[in-house]
T-cell receptor
Framework: SQKIEQNSEALNIQEGKTATLTCNYTNYSPAYLQWYRQDPGRGPVFLLLIRENEKEKRKERLKVTFDTTLKQSLFHITASQPADSATYLCALDRRSNYQLIWGAGTKLIIKP | EADIYQTPRYLVIGTGKKITLECSQT?????MYWYQQDPGMELHLIHYSYGVNSTEKGDLSSESTVSRIRTEHFPLTLESARPSHTSQYLCASSERWIAGPSSTDTQYFGPGTRLTVL
């Protein structure tokens, strides 16, 4: 069955460094992949979308890559700040019924 | 900030009670969703709607029901709450889309309802 894997262990990064989060998927070929941010007790907030024919997408300090051969997406935050601390979720489209399937997210902690 | 609202934000209720979780959006979006999320776990789709008078069950089996009488409103009802229903319930919406290779489904979420059934 389709499966999304995100690192379940929290990622601790020093302020100012680049944080890199990983999203791996199996048994699937999505048309696009999305990244969301979720703060405790809140709903996810959309950040970036990357399509299968795109290698890289940028938005301010955020960068997403998509490698359909490796079945992997990397999410980078450059010049990280404590305010970037949150859980980051990746979601893939399910072509069959146009719904999204979600990873469990990786908790990112930026230390001052 | 997305214009999608959920009430109540927190609810503690006894077993057997009937509850309705409210969700409203002011963006005119066609598609709406209900997800269930437990701490540290992925979102599980329990219901969705393509528009007025359209409702579909999601992947996760749920004893809840939904209705979509108005575009902006998508309430979820539990006829008889049980402790196993304790969870975070998230409502989301997305814009009108046309099925095809270029369509995407970017979703906008409400703040969630934290339900505890004793």
């Amino acid at each position: 069955s389709q499966k999304i894997e995100q690192n379940s262990e929290a990622l601790n990064i020093q302020e100012g460094k680049t944080a890199t989060l990983t999203c791996n998927y199996t048994n699937y070929s999505p048309a696009y992949l999305q990244w969301y941010r979720q703060d405790p007790g809140r709903g996810p907030v959309f950040l970036l979308l990357i399509r299968e024919n795109e290698k890289e997408k940028r938005k301010e300090r955020l960068k997403v890559t998509f490698d359909t051969t490796l079945k992997q997406s990397l999410f980078h935050i450059t010049a990280s700040q404590p305010a970037d601390s949150a859980t980051y979720l990746c979601a893939l489209d399910r072509r069959s019924n146009y719904q999204l399937i979600w990873g469990a997210g990786t908790k990112l902690i930026i230390k001052p | 900030e997305a214009d999608i609202y959920q009430t109540p934000r927190y609810l503690v209720i006894g077993t057997g009670k009937k509850i309705t979780l409210e969700c409203s959006q002011t963006m005119g979006h066609d598609k709406m969703y209900w997800y269930q999320q437990d701490p540290g776990m992925e979102l599980h789709l329990i219901h969705y709607s393509y528009g007025v008078n359209s409702t579909e069950k999601g992947d996760l089996s749920s004893e809840s029901t939904v209705s979509r009488i108005r575009t902006e409103h998508f309430p979820l009802t539990l006829e008889s709450a049980r402790p196993s229903h304790t969870s975070q319930y998230l409502c989301a919406s997305s814009e009108r889309w046309i099925a095809g290779p270029s369509s995407t489904d970017t979703q906008y979420f409400g703040p969630g309802t934290r339900l505890t059934v004793l």
